[in-house]
């Protein structure tokens, strides 16, 4: 074993240790690290995975990739999507892609007695993923669509249910217009009743059979007005989707889910700045507070410095041994951090303690995404970070007179 290794050693197992001032020290420099690694996990954690639930609830609901007729815009009236070009066998058999499915969407009204919701009608037809879908139903179940004649059942929100006071079962009455045509009725049976908590979701779609918007619309038979597509890894969109831009047609659009709802997409964004602002200034008190113990121990320890110079130690040993006893200082504190951050995260995960409003935050309760590459890369970052931080405060210990130190103490 190396001398500044063995010797940091020894005296971090000293008993001087827990006598002195430096004992003090050691724990004002443990609580800062543990506190520092408790605050990184919970930033990591909960940004990565809030951003993670956003975007796997929009995608889940209308497919990571969204392709439409470019007739449609950004109407919710959709046209009809051009099979010419569209080479939907292509998509399929890409190994990234696990699943499509085909719909139509239509605008209409939900009207009760006492009040009305105004709502965009997403047919489904027989290749719509249900099991994808469970995860957002409170009650009841999908519209099963088996493309003969007409399903009156509907899937409508939580919200749009409380607002029209509607429950599973109930009746309701939808009104759709065209363009100098009259109004037209549709009388629907609530079959499921759902929530996503992305707002712009809740408080607009309701599921039903796609012949109904294929009548309403004037389609064909076997017209669809886009197509769902669901990758596997929602971590490769970026590179799936250009890939997939090129196969569908010249007169067809393609567009990423988060790309829908820009005030989503910003907030999304966020996510990264504060999570960087956070990590960079739990390091800055990390790296204050190690390089404060360090230098109390150094000037605490003057008298031991100049007996090593006497024994014939040189300027770079002494550094290092300093340098790696307060890295060995931060130990326990790293352990305790994790075991503490990790302790948190794990009742917020299964427990879901700390709830939230999905209005403003797009989920009902704090995301936890515990990816082990990031608890590993902050224990190992915060450790390499405070090991460079100290290089320049051990210089120090060049200053120090071998013959002023022992006459001193």
Not at 65 to 70: A, G, P
Not at 208 to 219: E, P
Request: positive net charge; glycine residues 6%; proline residues 3%.
């Amino acid at each position: 074993m190396k001398f500044p290794l063995y010797f940091s050693r020894k005296i971090a197992r000293s008993k001087d240790n827990k006598n002195t001032l430096s004992r003090v020290i050691v724990l004002i420099g443990r609580i800062s690290v543990a506190l520092g690694i408790i605050v990184s996990l919970i930033t990591i954690a909960t940004g990565l995975g809030s951003k993670k639930a956003i975007q796997e609830r929009v995608a889940d609901f209308s497919g990571h990739i969204t392709v439409k007729s470019t007739q449609s815009n950004a109407s919710f009236n959709t046209s009809v999507l051009d099979q010419q070009g569209l080479q939907l066998q292509k998509i399929k058999s890409n190994p990234d892609v696990a699943a499509t499915q085909s719909f139509a969407t239509v605008t209409g009204i939900l009207r009760t007695k006492d009040n009305f919701s105004g709502i965009i009608f997403k047919g489904i037809a027989e290749d719509f993923d249900h099991q994808r879908f469970k995860k957002f139903l409170l009650k009841g179940e999908t519209p099963k669509i088996d493309g003969k004649g007409y399903n009156n059942g509907i899937t409508i929100s939580n919200k749009i249910a409380n607002d029209l006071h509607l429950k599973v079962k109930d009746s309701i009455v939808a009104i759709f217009s065209k363009a100098d045509q009259k109004p037209i009725y549709r009388k629907f049976e609530i079959v499921g009743i759902y929530k996503t908590d992305i707002k712009m979701i809740d408080d607009q779609f309701i599921l039903g059979d796609i012949n109904h918007v294929r009548k309403i619309l004037d389609m064909d038979k076997k017209d669809i007005g886009g197509l769902d597509i669901f990758v596997k890894d929602i971590n490769t969109i970026d590179k799936d989707f250009p890939v997939i831009e090129k196969e569908i047609g010249i007169k067809n659009y393609a567009e990423k889910a988060t790309d829908k709802y820009p005030m989503i997409k910003d907030w999304i964004n966020l996510f990264d700045n504060y999570i960087a602002i956070i990590i960079t200034l739990m390091l800055v008190v990390v790296i204050i507070n190690i390089i404060m113990v360090l230098l109390i121990l150094i000037i605490e320890r003057t008298n031991s410095i100049g007996v090593l110079k006497t024994l014939g130690a040189n300027n770079s040993q002494i550094r290092t041994i300093f340098i790696n006893y307060t890295l060995l200082i931060m130990v326990p504190g790293l352990l305790y951090g994790n075991l503490i951050g990790l302790g948190l995260l794990l009742c917020q995960k299964y427990f879901g303690l700390i709830r939230l409003n999905p209005d403003n935050y797009y989920v009902s309760t704090v995301p936890v995404d515990l990816n082990p590459i990031y608890i590993i890369f902050i224990s190992l970052g915060i450790l390499m970070v405070a090991a460079l931080a100290l290089v320049i405060p051990s210089y120090l210990i060049s200053k120090i007179s071998p013959v002023k130190s022992i006459k001193y103490n």
